[in-house]
């Protein structure tokens, strides 16, 4: 449930957007904690009633528009942090909604985000796989969303070290290593897929779960 803005908040926030300083951390640290604290309930709100907003208008659009809608909306909306800052644990994997509300994330939440936002749109899990890859001028792991358009295809990267939603073909400086998805999950060497060990898979359910709780996910449709 999306907490109520006051009236102040709603004008300080058209201040802000008119000044194209949204989400400006000097603007915000320079402001005394109690406007801190409003302005940033403010900004989460405001972020999530965005996304809302994209996933509802965007769902009869083709799936490469929402592709880039997606992409856009995420990379634009959520500032890079380790998982350390955000969360206090070494590795946390974030609902698209906790992403949001707080504004930061790591890799793996960006790209777990665009993940349960194309999926709420419509484009069928099974095109989509969260990939592991070793960015290679950065010498560390990262974690990219790569969308497959058939199955003879090459899929398309969507990240957050390059905004462009490219072919695998054209990312030289990524090299992947395994992906997954619900069905899941894939070595990079081959297309099958291969048996989950039981720690991951109960790690991807419970991500699921929360993100269902919280609303990131819609409940799978009763037959």
Known sequence: MLRHTPLAAHRLLRCLLASCCLFSPVLV???????RSAL??????TRLASWLNLLDHSAQDEERVQLERVN???NRSVSFVSDQQAWGAEDYW???????????????????????????????????????????????????LAYYPSASEQPLILD??????????????????????????????TPQRVSQPPEFLAR????????LADGSAAPSPQG
């Open 72 to 74: 856009h909306f995420i």
């Open 204 to 211: 991807w359910n419970e991500l699921s779960e929360r993100a």
């Open 94 to 144: 974030a609902t698209p909604a906790q992403t949001l509300s707080l504004g930061q994330g790591d890799c793996e939440d960006f790209a777990i985000a665009k993940y349960f936002s194309l999926v709420r749109m419509g484009v069928p899990s099974e095109k989509l796989r969260l990939t592991f890859v070793k960015a290679l001028k950065q010498n560390q792991a990262h974690m990219v």
């Open 40 to 45: 940033s309930a403010a900004l989460s709100d």
């Open 29 to 35: 640290a320079d402001a005394p904690a109690t406007q």
């Open 160 to 189: 957050n070290l390059d905004p462009r939603i490219r072919p695998a073909s054209e990312r030289g400086d990524l090299l992947p290593v395994y992906s997954f998805n619900n069905h899941g999950v894939f070595l990079a060497k």
